[in-house]
């Protein structure tokens, strides 16, 4: 009996392998990987048009086999020659190996991983033939990273929470190239600053959870009027603390949609604010005046804390009380909570981080060459984050949902947290 020659050998092999769910592409070699992707497109198309190859007798359906074309697919292991099997009507769609795919997903997680750390498309090209050995154009490189849009259009548009218990809204100023009618063909558009807006959540179970991307010219009031609209209509009914800084028309804004829910300012802003009214000499002494304020056990201990501070430094340094009393509706909430849950909203330093983290991947090379290219790397960058550090709960959450629970019990009754 003779023994099978050695793609007969080699398809035995595969077919065990596609067995077994522990299969790793990585593990096998480059022939084996190319049979793989060869009979698993072999099945499709047998599945699609109802019988098997070479197969006799009445066929299911007047559509037939047409031959293959030739696809090089770029893979960690090199390029594969994988033969497509066509069909006469032209219907069939792969989805092993799609239509105009010539890129594998691990090479294509890889080039939007490196995109996302903000890698030229000329150094991801290097980079990805000095790791597997394949030549990728830049066309290819931006074939590909253009479809991150679609996965952003999708997460944007998702569905959110009904409620959540606490939330943090920022924006951040970006450079962008802008193109207009009459800008030079070498110039490419001249650049302008856009804003980012941001807004972190804390979820009933205690997470963090970024909420949306929106780009902007400037941060005003009115367009964060449409974001919380735009909120509204993918499933948010109800927030119980907004924690922003001191943006001028916000608090009514905020009213207007969410009527129930209580503005906490940040007080890391307000000290700035305040301490531009003080010399050198004065800053820490102030500040530990200032901190007396925001650390007391009780709103009627800050009240007089700020009177005792206003008695003290009027005369030298007018101005820091009125700081704290034009925003004292938006400061008082906080002194009837425990210091677990101040520790988190008495700083908008949770929007601030967030932010920090889009620079380092959007500050890099100065200015964007557009606003995709803007939404896409805070996207990716936002993802990153949820699925590497913002995985555990908040610090001490047990301890702050109850005392939730205790201040919000009438809107909080409806939800498990």
Known sequence: MKSGTKNDKIDVFVKGLLQDNDYNASSV???????????????????????????????????RRNGSTLKMLKTELGELKID??????????????????????????????????????RAISKFVHKAYGIEIS??????????????????????????????????M?????????????????RIVKKAL??????TMEGRRESLGLWVHDVEQATTWGHIFRDL???????????????????KKVIDDHFPFANQQRCIVHLVRNSIKYVSYKHYKEVCKDLKSIYEAKDESQALFNLKLLEEKWDTKCPGIAEVWRGSW?????????????????YTNNSAESYNKEIRKVVKTKGCLPNIDALERLAFLRTKELEENRWVNTYPNWRIIRNELKLYFGDRLSNYEI
């Open 29 to 63: 070699s480059k022939e084996v990987l190319r049979r793989i992707y060869q009979i698993c497109l072999e099945n499709e198309m047998t599945e699609h048009i109802g019988y098997e190859h070479n197969s006799f007798g009445e066929k299911p359906s007047g559509n």
């Open 84 to 121: 497509t099997p066509r069909d006469r009507d032209g219907s069939f769609s792969p989805v092993i190996i799609a239509k105009r795919q010539r890129t594998l997903s691990s090479v294509t997680e890889a080039i939007t991983l490196l995109y996302g750390q903000n890698m030229s498309q």
């Open 138 to 171: 830049q066309a290819t490189i931006s074939s590909i990273i253009s479809g991150i849009s679609d996965e952003l259009t999708a997460w944007r548009n998702r569905q959110l929470d009904e409620v959540y218990p606490i939330v943090f809204i920022d924006a």
């Open 173 to 189: 100023v970006c450079k962008v190239k802008e193109s207009y009618p009459d800008a030079p063909k070498r110039s490419n558009g």
């Open 197 to 202: 807006y941001t807004i972190t959540g804390l």
């Open 232 to 250: 509204k209509m993918r499933g948010v009914k109800d927030i119980m603390i907004i924690c922003s800084d001191g943006l001028k028309g916000l």
């Open 329 to 345: 509706n938006e400061i008082s909430p906080m002194f009837s909570y425990i210091k677990e849950l101040r520790k988190i909203i």
